[in-house]
């Protein structure tokens, strides 16, 4: 599937000032997996995003 044309989440880690790399297909799963791999204390958002992904862009560019 194409990440850059299809809605999908990524979370973003208040910590970190980028997203994750990682993609998923609902928010409930982004929700999820944020929840399983929280540090305590730590805090995110899930955003959601289509086409023209800036953060997809970066991580599925094709090799020069």
Known sequence: ??????VHYHI???QIPLLDF???NTRL???ATAQV??????????????EGCQRCREV???PE
């Open 29 to 31: 799963e982004a929700e």
């Open 12 to 14: 973003r880690w208040a």
């Open 37 to 50: 791999l929280a540090r305590r204390g730590e805090t995110h958002t899930i955003e959601e995003h289509g």
């Open 22 to 24: 990682e993609s998923f």
């Open 1 to 6: 599937m194409d990440r850059k044309e299809t």
């Open 60 to 62: 599925y560019r094709e």
